[in-house]
Structures are given as structure tokens and as C-alpha cells.
């Protein structure tokens, strides 16, 4: 292996172990590896650019305007109390209920809009039983992955693997992927419930304060609300429609941010931009730039080709292979590079005499989605729920979230490995 190569892994690894420490925040961690990319002359300030996925930070930064905006109508508190009511104000309904919502939310938006959505409506909720919110938390995240995997814009691995091979269609992402995906959630959440019970629990007197409140109060701004709900729902349908209009998801998201700001005045603008998560946006950034290191030197392609090679041209084999090794690999790196390096190596072993690449592709897509729920850095919906948990003053420890989520990860691929054979292998 060349030098530059060898010293790509080296950083990557350093970084990566500084991040698991948690002795430097993340994002000073994976910035500084990015500009040690540079300095080195692994990558140029050229190609670490093209690397960066600036359609995900246009996105999360739309999104974010927006939600900050709706969030001061009251809104998420409205839906807060609404849904804790409606689980009778107990704990462990509320977890199941809101992993539900953020679930099928994540099937029909991107999981990075849900969790936007859901995270400050589980705080409202947190706050008033006065439970510990961190499980809440670590619940969305593995809904929110777990139900993107179900659709098409779910979650930008399919996006990728749907844009790139036109006969997976809209359709077919849900009748491949949603049976499974419904699965993978009955079995899960009554994990989750199991997993925290001992840290979900309040008083009589709390859950009876929360359903004496009534959720119509909460609304304050009922003219602010009819623009931030009308601009949201055009957002929404934007992302349905955007391949139709040929737009990124980025670009509806910005467009839909700065029509709200442009309804709603200055005074509103500079708060709601100072209220995105900066600090998330620039550990994108840094990751992007410190895994373009990994794909410049041929790192992530020399792995997935030698790991293809294994398989002999074995379909059942390579299946298994493509579901187990895009798993692993996405918990711990971005899964849109990875993606990116998969798909035109399986369309090259369809030229190589697999006649059938279709169990391929769902095996990488079940893969990449679900192992995102691996480790906190393995998804964007992951960072931006940490980001926004530690701004509310419960930050995610990367190894307490480890403890969860990396077991529920391997079940979910293990029977997603069960789905594969029996539905496309025997």
C-alpha cells in the first residue's frame, strides 16, 4: 500500500479514536483531521471541496431555518402535549408512540427533516414528566434510520441507489423494503422499551399534571403558524416532487427557508440563522473532507473490490457479503461515500455475469441504512439528533449510545440477512 494511503488510515483512525474519547469535541476533531488531509497532500483544497456533499448541508441547514421558525409559533409544544395525552401520559407509551412517528415520518421525508421535527417536541414532552430525555432521544435515532430505509427518499442511500439505477423505481423501494422495515420495528421497539424502562419512569401526579394541560394553549403566534405550516407543507411536497422539477432536496429545502424568511421579516432571519447547528454543519464538513483522504488513495475501493472478489461470483454470497460489509462499514463511516463507491462496482458484476443484481442492490440499501444506526457518527440523522440533545443540555455520550444502538444494528441486519435469502435466494 502506498505512503500516502498508509497515512490517510492513520489520521482517519486518529480521529476517529479522539471522537470516541470524547476529550475534543467531534467537530474540532474531524476539522482538524480534514485540514491535516490537506496539509499532507492526501487531498487539494480542489477535490476536498468536490467531496463535500454540500446537497446534505443545504438541506440540513434549510430544514433547520424552517423548524426554528415554526418552532416559535409553539407548534412542537402543541404536538408535545397533544401526543402525551393521547398515551394517557405514560412514559413508555410516549417512547413507542413518538419512535412510531418519527418512523413513518422518515419513510416520506428524509429521516434529517424528522428528526428536526421530533426532537423538540420530545424535549416539551421530556420536560414535563421530568424524565430523563437521553432514551428518547436514542429512540428517534433508530426509528428515524430504521423507517428511511423503507422508501425511496427516505434516506440518501436510496436516493443515490434510485437516481443511479432507473429500474428500482418509487414502487419498488416499498414493495422490497417497507415488509421488511415494519419488521425490523415490531421487533425493536419492544427492545427499546426493555433497554430503558428503569430510566423512563415519573409520578401519578406528573402524568396527571400533562393530561390536565391543554395542547391549544400552547399555540402562540396563530398568524406566524399559518406561514410556517404552509411553507412546510410546500417543503414537504417539494421533496416528493423533486425529481419530477429535476431539484435537489437542498435546494427545495433553502428555497422553502428563505420564503419563510422573506413572509416573516429581518428580526426573524438573524435569529433563526443563529440558531442552526453551526457546530454540526462544520463536522459534516470535516468528515467529508477526512473520508475524500480514504476514497483519493483508494482505500474504500480496494476494500469493496477485494471484499467482491471473496464471493467468487457467488449471488448468495455476494449478497450477504454486500448486507454485512455495507452494515459494518456505515456505523462507522459516512454511508454516502461508501454508497457511492458500491454501486458502480455491482454494476460492474453485472457485466461480470450475475444476471440478477437485484437482491445486490437491496442488500446494500438495507445495508448502509440500518447500519447507520451503528454508532452516533454512523448517520446525519444521528449527528443532527446529538447536536441538538447537547443544546438542550443532555449531551449523547458516543459509547452510551454505542451500548444501544450497535446491538439493535446487527439484529436488524441479521434479519434483514434472513429477508434476503428467503425472498431473493432460494
Request: aromatic share 8%; charged share 10%; net charge negative.
Amino acid at each position: 500500500m502506498e505512503q500516502q494511503a498508509i497515512l490517510a488510515i492513520a489520521i482517519f483512525l486518529i480521529v476517529y479514536a479522539i471522537i470516541i474519547s470524547e476529550k475534543i469535541h467531534r467537530t474540532i476533531a474531524a476539522m482538524l483531521g480534514g485540514v491535516l488531509m490537506l496539509m499532507f497532500g492526501i487531498v487539494d483544497q480542489e477535490t476536498a471541496l468536490h467531496h463535500i456533499d454540500f446537497n446534505t448541508l443545504g438541506l440540513l441547514i434549510g430544514m433547520m431555518i424552517i423548524v426554528n421558525i415554526t418552532a416559535e409559533t409553539g407548534l412542537f409544544k402543541y404536538m408535545a402535549v397533544w401526543s402525551a395525552k393521547k398515551a394517557g401520559g405514560h412514559p413508555v407509551k410516549i417512547l413507542i408512540y413518538l419512535s412510531l412517528i418519527t418512523a413513518v415520518g422518515s419513510a416520506f421525508l428524509d429521516n434529517v427533516t424528522t428528526v428536526l421535527l421530533m426532537v423538540p417536541v420530545t424535549y416539551s414532552i421530556t420536560r414535563q414528566l421530568r424524565v430523563d430525555p437521553i432514551p428518547y432521544m436514542i429512540a428517534i435515532i433508530i426509528a428515524s434510520n430504521t423507517g428511511g430505509t423503507a422508501t425511496m427518499i427516505g434516506d440518501p442511500p436510496n436516493i443515490m441507489i434510485g437516481s443511479r439505477v432507473p429500474e428500482l423505481t418509487f414502487m419498488a423501494f416499498i414493495q422490497n423494503l417497507t415488509p421488511i422495515v415494519i419488521l425490523i420495528m415490531a421487533t425493536i421497539l419492544p427492545l427499546l422499551v426493555l433497554m430503558f424502562r428503569k430510566r423512563i419512569k415519573t409520578t401519578p401526579e406528573l402524568m396527571h399534571q400533562v393530561m390536565e394541560l391543554n395542547e391549544k394553549d400552547m399555540i402562540t403566534d396563530r398568524k406566524l403558524l399559518m406561514k410556517s405550516v404552509s411553507v412546510l407543507a410546500l417543503t414537504i411536497a417539494g421533496f416528493f416532487l423533486h425529481q419530477l422539477i429535476h431539484l435537489e432536496s437542498a435546494t427545495v429545502a433553502l428555497t422553502g427557508a428563505f420564503i419563510l424568511l422573506l413572509l416573516t421579516g429581518e428580526h426573524m432571519m438573524e435569529q433563526a440563522i443563529e440558531k442552526v447547528e453551526w457546530t454540526t454543519i462544520f463536522f459534516f464538513v470535516g468528515l467529508f473532507v477526512l473520508v475524500s483522504g480514504l476514497i483519493e488513495t483508494g482505500v474504500i475501493a480496494r476494500l469493496a473490490e477485494q471484499a467482491l472478489e471473496w464471493t467468487g461470483g457467488n449471488l448468495t454470497a455476494s449478497s450477504m457479503l454486500i448486507l454485512w460489509l455495507s452494515g459494518i462499514a456505515s456505523a462507522f463511516v459516512d454511508n454516502i461515500p461508501f454508497v457511492a463507491t458500491m454501486i458502480p462496482l455491482i454494476q460492474e458484476m453485472g457485466h461480470g455475469g450475475i444476471s440478477n443484481l437485484e437482491p445486490l442492490w437491496w442488500s446494500l440499501s438495507l445495508g448502509a441504512c440500518l447500519g447507520g444506526n451503528g454508532t452516533l457518527i454512523g448517520a446525519s440523522a444521528n449527528l443532527v439528533t446529538a447536536g441538538l440533545s447537547a443544546k438542550e443540555g443532555h449531551p449523547i455520550k458516543f459509547m452510551e449510545y454505542l451500548k444501544y444502538g450497535f446491538p439493535l444494528m446487527i439484529l436488524s441486519i441479521v434479519i434483514s440477512s434472513v429477508y434476503i435469502f428467503i425472498r431473493y435466494l432460494m
